[in-house]
């Protein structure tokens, strides 16, 4: 083959690639303009800060450098915070540069908190709930020593254990009559917040045995809105008086007409119950009723009496601190008072009487009266509740879905 022959080929190659590229029609440039990447947002930081006793609104605010007075006002709408308690902790948020805060928040309770914002150097208030999903489910426990002990042990908290307290205080006094091997079973709410157990909610129907007595109490929500614990027949677990005039304490000397008095030294009638308890503990009204008696009463001290409806009275002993007067009408489980040791008394204590008919009796297994039934208009649904939760509690699932708490 010739030589030239490669030459020409890969001229003619050339040539081609060289006028189609000629011939393609050239495109303007267009510039690039790359924008500019935003900042990162600033920083925000958390400053804390846990209100110790006596603390002010003021002080707390100057701190951090804000108005108390453009707070308060602000926070007023939806709680005055005028009211801060000791213990709670503010919350402050900070941007990064800066020198004060641009959020506050303050928790009322677990599920609440006063939450400022500042906008366009204008503060506004509102209030942060948590929306909790609810699901229904059966707790159970025995008692072998202590209440707290075997309700702790299956994730009930304090507010829980008082909250079954609570419901069964008019039929069984916890400080005394809650004996070992005591059941208790209850269909109860739990609360969850983004997929996550957070805590138990109201007791729906609960089941108590104690000493060979069996109670149930089932909740029920009336028309009106009016909320309640009633047995299996509709009759309210609530009677006209509580079993203690304290929730929880310990007895350390009960009814007893033939006592040994360990300050006279002799046998003297105990015509009532003593509870031990710290000085300054709350002591409940065990009923409504008027006071007839409040100031010093000899070796009784400190010393209010209550007159109630009917054949009944009350008197609390030995107090520390007196809390209403004389002639003042006074509602169930309102503190009349606090524990304290005046009068003939060899340390801090309540000593608690109580009479029917103008005679003592033993406050702790007296019968008390029943206030409410149901009304007929209410049964059917108290009737279908009862039966649901009853049967959940027996065994019987009836597939309860899961729903928003209201």
Known sequence: MPRWIPVVVAGCVVATVTFMVKDKPTQPTVPVVVAPLPPPPPKVFDVLHTIERGETLGVILQNVGISANTIRDAALPVYDLAKIRAGRTFTFKIREGEATPHAIFYPLDEDNTVHLELEAEVWTASIDTITYEVTEAIREFSVESTLWG?????????????????????????????????KVKMVVEELYN?????????????????NGD???????????????????????????????PLPFSRVTSGFNPRRYHPVLKTRRPHNG????????????????????????NGGHGNFVKID???????????????????????????????????GMSTGPH????????????????????RT????????????????????FMNGVNPSIAMTESE
């Open 214 to 244: 069996a109670f149930t109490a089932i909740r029920h929500s009336s028309e009106n809105g009016d909320v309640g614990y009633f047995d299996p027949n509709g009759v309210a677990r609530k009677k006209a008086f509580l079993r203690s």
């Open 350 to 369: 309540l000593h608690y009487q109580f009479w029917k008919n103008g005679r003592y009796v033993n406050a702790m297994t007296v019968d008390l009266p």
């Open 308 to 342: 109630h409806a009917g054949p009944y009275a009350s008197s609390y002993s030995h107090m520390h601190r007196i809390k209403v007067k004389r002639g003042q009408r006074v509602k169930q489980g309102q503190i009349i008072g606090t524990v304290g040791s005046t």
């Open 372 to 391: 409410e039934t149901l009304a007929k208009s209410e049964r059917a649904s108290f009737d279908a509740n009862r039966d649901m939760w009853l049967d």
């Open 273 to 296: 119950t003593d509870f031990g308890a710290p000085t300054g503990t709350p002591i409940r009204a065990t009923g409504a009723g008027k006071v007839v008696s409040a100031g010093r």
């Open 150 to 182: 075997a309700a702790s042990g299956v994730g009930l908290r304090a507010s829980d254990i008082v909250n079954i307290a609570s419901v069964f205080e008019f039929d069984v006094d916890f400080n005394t009559e809650l004996r070992a091997g005591a």
């Open 194 to 210: 983004e997929g996550k157990f957070a805590k138990l909610g109201r007791p729906l129907a609960v089941r108590l045995e104690n």
